[in-house]
């Protein structure tokens, strides 16, 4: 059984740019959150997927958006990154009544 | 207030000694309970959940207290593989809905 995978682990954009994140989620699971943790901070909650629909969205701007496909595997993306973007990204999968499982992140920072 | 509070930090104690965590949520309707560890640079990972009964693993005890919205960790004989990031996360169900973390509490372990 595979657990969840997120890449690229670090990236460097300039401010302005576009980026996407991938995550395979750990087999079995049917729901994809993504979270943002910033230096010092607790995770926050970005948005999660439920058999390809949005179901539960955080406090962010609609510049961050997200897709999951038939595999359960997902994909954020960030339009017009501003420095305050610069943060690890997580990924997590769970299906329902299961705990979640986190990959190991994408260290991304905007220059 | 914040959804969920936690002690400032960083702790600093010996090895062996006990140390506390401690931590307040905000949303009566929270369902499931949650300590996660995270190592520097890592992704959390969960270190135990936490019920009315309180429970303990080893060295580990979590205690819920739903009628004050408190929950604790404690960890005994501190060992120097104990130094982390600390995290208090709640959830309204136990369902696929999403985490709310607190910040963290770091924690070092001294030889």
């Known amino acids: 059984e595979t657990g969840v995978t997120q890449s690229p682990t670090h990236l460097i954009k300039t401010r302005g740019q576009q980026v996407t994140l991938r995550c395979s989620s750990q087999s079995g699971h049917n729901t994809v959150s993504w979270y943002q943790q910033a230096l010092g901070q607790g995770p926050q909650f970005i948005f999660q997927y439920y058999r390809e629909e949005e179901n539960g969205r955080g406090n962010f701007p609609p510049r961050f958006s997200g897709l999951q496909f038939p595999n359960y595997s997902s994909e954020l993306n960030v339009n017009a990154l501003e420095l305050d973007d610069s943060a690890l990204y997580l990924c997590a999968s769970t299906q329902t009544g299961i705990g979640y499982t986190f990959g190991s992140g994408t260290r991304l920072t905007v220059v | 207030r914040k959804e969920v509070e936690q002690d400032p930090g960083p702790f600093n104690v010996p090895e062996g000694a006990t140390v506390a965590f401690n931590c307040t949520y905000s949303n009566s309707a929270s369902q499931s309970f949650f300590w996660y560890r995270q190592d520097c640079r890592k992704e959390p990972k969960l270190l135990m959940s936490?019920?009315?009964s309180g429970n303990e693993d080893g060295r580990f005890t979590a205690q819920l207290n739903r009628a004050s919205q408190y929950i604790s960790l404690l960890i005994r004989d501190s060992k120097l593989s104990d130094s982390a990031t600390y995290l208090c996360?709640?959830?309204?169900?136990?369902?696929?809905?999403?985490?709310?973390f607190g910040k963290g509490t770091r924690l070092s372990v001294i030889a």
């Open positions: 936490v019920y009315s």
């Open positions: 996360v709640v959830n309204l169900s136990s369902g696929n809905t999403p985490l709310v």
